[in-house]
């Protein structure tokens, strides 16, 4: 089993509605969540970062940490065709062994005009 | 954010050769990372590079293949040695200054391997 998993997609919506995207994991040391929005043939950007559970908004974005479930969730609200893009979580613990951030495989999104 | 620039943005190279990829920061930052992204598959660690002493090599890599030099705080350099179409991939550099919590990414080099 993966440390982290991801849906690869591809995920298609039209223009306007609310994506969901979501990771898995199984490392329960992980207190650090990001997510990475990679467009074609570009490096990946970082969109959202995370310490521990809850959630954080910003603009059109929501990352949610559910660690009890050992579950991540982008949520991008009012999607446009700009949002096109591959979505990578990403995730770091603190204790030995565990300070390097593990990815995801991505999601790729396409949003319809 | 800092700025990064990889040099070369790609490459297509013979079976046996070398090539070297340069990563340059506008800032000085504490850490630099480098990794190889495979199509369908996660980003995956090389190695750690350290300023003024070897570099930190993940499970999997050494330093015979990929070796990595780090002379300053705004600059690294990773080489593919005697590559294999195997090693076709894409290699990204990147960068933290918060314990390597929050990364930033250059641009990528695609490397191909015929």
């Known amino acids: 089993q993966k440390e982290v998993e991801q849906d690869p997609g591809p995920l298609s919506v039209p223009e306007g509605a609310i994506v969901s995207l979501n990771c898995t994991y199984s490392n329960s040391a992980f207190q650090y969540f990001m997510w990475y929005r990679q467009y074609s043939r570009k490096g990946p950007e970082l969109l959202m970062y995370t310490y521990s559970s809850g959630n954080k908004e910003d603009g059109r974005f929501t990352a949610q940490v559910d660690k009890s479930s050992k579950y991540i969730s982008l949520f991008i609200r009012d999607s446009q065709p700009s949002d096109s893009a591959t979505y990578l979580c990403a995730m770091m613990g603190t204790n030995f062994g565990n300070e390097k951030l593990t990815f995801g495989t991505g999601t790729r999104l396409t949003i319809i005009p | 954010s800092a700025v990064i620039s990889q040099k070369p943005s790609r490459d297509i190279c013979q079976r046996g050769t070398s090539l070297t990829i340069q990563c340059q920061v506008d800032?000085?930052?504490?850490?630099m990372f480098w990794y190889r992204q495979q199509p369908g598959q996660s980003l995956t660690l090389i190695a750690t590079a350290n300023q003024g002493s070897e570099a930190t090599y993940e499970s999997g890599f050494v330093i015979d293949k990929f070796p990595i030099s780090r002379p300053n705080l705004t600059f690294s350099t990773l080489t593919v040695s005697n590559m294999s179409p195997e090693d076709s991939s894409i290699y990204l550099c990147?960068?933290?200054?918060?314990?390597?919590?929050?990364?930033?990414f250059g641009p990528g080099t695609r490397l191909t391997v015929t």
């Open positions: 800032s000085q930052v504490t850490m």
């Open positions: 990147s960068v933290s200054t918060n314990m390597g919590r929050k990364q930033y």
